[in-house]
């Protein structure tokens, strides 16, 4: 799937993906390493193809995304 989004992935295509992940309402812990490990790819894709100036954008969707759509579920599940 990472090497279909392209290293500069709208914040569109990037919230599509993190939506999908969660699309059924369950949220679990290992959906929220996926979420990680889809923008851990992204970054490094960044890294590998020359467009560093993506990674703190790719950041602050995680962090966008997470306060969004994650956090509450978090602090349900007694935080970190």
């Given at each position: 799937m990472i090497?279909?989004?392209q290293s500069n992935p709208p914040k569109e295509v990037f919230f599509r993906v993190a939506t999908e992940m969660f699309a059924d309402g369950n949220f679990n812990w290992g959906r929220v390493v996926a979420l990680f490990y889809?923008?851990?790819k992204l970054v490094l894709k960044a890294?590998?193809?020359r467009v560093p100036q993506m990674i703190r954008?790719?950041?602050d969707w995680?962090?966008?995304y997470l306060r969004?759509?994650?956090v509450q579920w978090i602090r349900d599940q007694g935080g970190w």
């Open positions: 090497e279909q989004v889809f923008a851990c890294l590998c193809t954008t790719i950041i995680t962090i966008e969004e759509h994650v």
